[in-house]
């Protein structure tokens, strides 16, 4: 079977099986190109004649649904300062454990491990990071190598690719950001496909952890806050400084730099913020000390009052009471920071928006975490998604 019939087998068999990821596949062009597997632009799919030749169709399945998801996510405008080849892996692994779970055959070659069942991108990454920086080594005397040798084999997995020689100029580079035209195309695409499968019975397994229908977007509001945050985060990988250790044991890996992210985050204990509010905005809370290993967080609790301030750095427990109940007024906050805290990068507010705001726009920025639309006099709005409202 020719490789244009199995790509077209492969786009019918994803719209019968799998209707929500063949609705998106359709949208791809396929053309064979010099690449090592396959690889997307937003518009076309380039494949390795000689990769899908030799590959079942399930394969082909697996490669058209695994593009459009990058796309539909939009990884590649998420990445904002990470390091490429980590971050790919990361989306990956998120993207492959998606669909595995909706019964897609997963390649020998492709990146999937169970452990990052029903995380995010973001949090896959960081977790990657601490385990490259943190976990590479093994100082056990009984090791003479000092060195654990299964950690070793993870890391050549998550090595960067190679650099080019000088013959390969013309291999197609990794996929850049969308245009702002290509990435609202996919969205439009991910609601009309999104509401057909609904219709059909077809929802994909897992959606609602990612999609979210706040505003005119179907955006993941946890994605957007920790898009947020990455544009403040000055910590990744270089390789100018390798790192000396692993190089010894004949690895090259890069050794990290950090400039420790300093935020504030307030959370509004008025009494028009329920338990089931509150507990959602500790929880995301942890998520971002876990998402972000070397961040400062100075916590203010508060009403219509500071009613408690805390700090804290990743990896300590929080510990931290909520008290409140009375009216909102969001000045309070805007004050402690001014008077007591060295400026933040970046103040995060958790409410339900309904307060006396400040009114003059403080030298930081300010994002208000929502719970429903709201128009604050400055900064942005991320509105949040309760469980209860992807059901």
């Given at each position: 079977m020719s490789v244009e019939r199995k790509i077209t087998k492969a786009k019918t068999r994803l719209v019968v099986k799998h209707p929500y990821f063949g609705m998106l596949a359709s949208r791809l062009r396929c053309e064979s190109a010099d690449v090592e597997a396959f690889l997307s632009d937003g518009r076309t799919l380039q494949y390795s004649e000689a990769f899908f030749s030799q590959e079942p169709v399930e394969t082909i399945e697996f490669a058209l649904a695994n593009s459009v998801m990058h796309h539909v996510l939009s990884h590649e405008n998420r990445r904002m300062s990470r390091q490429g080849w980590l971050w790919q892996l990361?989306?990956?692994y998120a993207i492959n454990s998606m669909l595995k779970n909706n019964g897609f055959t997963i390649p020998q070659r492709a990146n999937f491990e169970e452990r990052f069942e029903?995380?995010?991108?973001?949090?896959?990454?960081?977790?990657?990071?601490?385990?490259?920086?943190?976990?590479?080594?093994?100082?056990?005397e009984s090791n003479e190598e000092g060195y654990n040798e299964q950690n070793?084999?993870?890391t050549k997995e998550q090595e960067p690719p190679k650099e080019r020689q000088s013959g390969n100029d013309s291999l197609p580079l990794p996929p850049a950001e969308l245009s702002p035209e290509v990435e609202q195309e996919w969205a439009r695409a991910m609601k009309e496909a999104l509401q057909k499968a609904k219709e059909q019975g077809s929802e994909p397994q897992g959606a609602e952890r990612f999609f979210t229908r706040a505003g005119r977007h179907s955006i993941e509001w946890r994605s957007e806050?920790?898009?947020?945050?990455?544009?403040h985060l000055k910590s990744d990988y270089t390789f100018a400084r390798p790192n000396k250790k692993a190089i010894?044991?004949?690895i090259y890996l890069p050794s990290t730099y950090s400039e420790r992210l300093n935020i504030a985050v307030a959370i509004d204990s008025s009494g028009s913020v329920d338990d089931v509010l509150l507990g959602l905005f500790t929880a995301e809370l942890?998520?971002?000390l876990l998402s972000f290993p070397d961040t400062r967080v100075d916590l203010l609790i508060c009403d219509a009052r500071i009613q408690g301030v805390y700090s804290f750095v990743s990896g300590e427990v929080l510990d931290f009471s909520v008290k409140g109940g009375g009216g909102t007024d969001f000045r309070?906050?805007?004050?402690?920071?001014?008077?007591?805290?060295?400026?933040?990068s970046l103040?995060?507010?958790f409410t339900d928006a309904k307060g006396a705001f400040p009114s003059s726009e403080p030298p930081y920025e300010t994002i208000w975490v929502a719970d429903g639309e709201c128009s604050p006099p400055f900064g942005r709005t991320i509105v949040l998604q309760r469980k209860s409202d992807a059901d």
């Open positions: 990361a989306t990956d029903g995380m995010y991108a973001e949090e896959i990454y960081a977790r990657l990071k601490d385990e490259i920086r943190n976990e590479e080594y093994n100082d056990d070793k084999n993870r806050l920790h898009q947020a945050i990455n544009r010894a044991n004949g942890e998520a971002l309070p906050v805007f004050e402690y920071i001014e008077e007591n805290i060295l400026e933040p103040l995060i507010y």
